[in-house]
C-alpha cells in the first residue's frame, strides 16, 4: 500500500464535487436569470383581463412558464446524476 491509499478515491471525489457544484451554479444562474429591477413585477389583475379578453389565462400561461423552469433544473440535475 502506498503512502496515501486514499489518493484515488478523493481525486475522484473531488471531481464529482466540481461537478454537482457546477450543476448547482447553473440552477443559481436560472434562480437569478430575471431580476425584479429588469422585469418588475406586472399587475397580474389586469394582465389577467386582458388574457382573459383573448381567450387565455393566466393560470395557463403561469402554469406553462414553471414547466419551462421545472424542467430545465430537472435537465440539469438529471444530467449532474446521471455522469456519477
Not at 22 to 40: G, Q, R
Request: glycine fraction near 4%.
Amino acid at each position: 500500500m502506498g503512502r496515501y491509499p486514499y489518493a484515488a478515491e478523493c481525486k475522484k471525489l473531488k471531481k464529482r464535487i466540481e461537478e454537482l457544484e457546477a450543476a448547482l451554479v447553473k440552477i443559481d444562474n436560472w434562480a437569478k436569470a430575471y431580476p425584479l429591477e429588469v422585469f418588475p413585477e406586472p399587475d397580474f389583475k389586469k394582465a389577467a383581463e386582458v388574457l382573459k379578453s383573448a381567450g387565455l389565462t393566466l393560470d395557463a400561461i403561469s402554469a406553462s412558464n414553471m414547466r419551462h423552469v421545472i424542467n430545465g433544473v430537472k435537465d440539469i440535475v438529471e444530467q449532474a446524476l446521471k455522469d456519477k
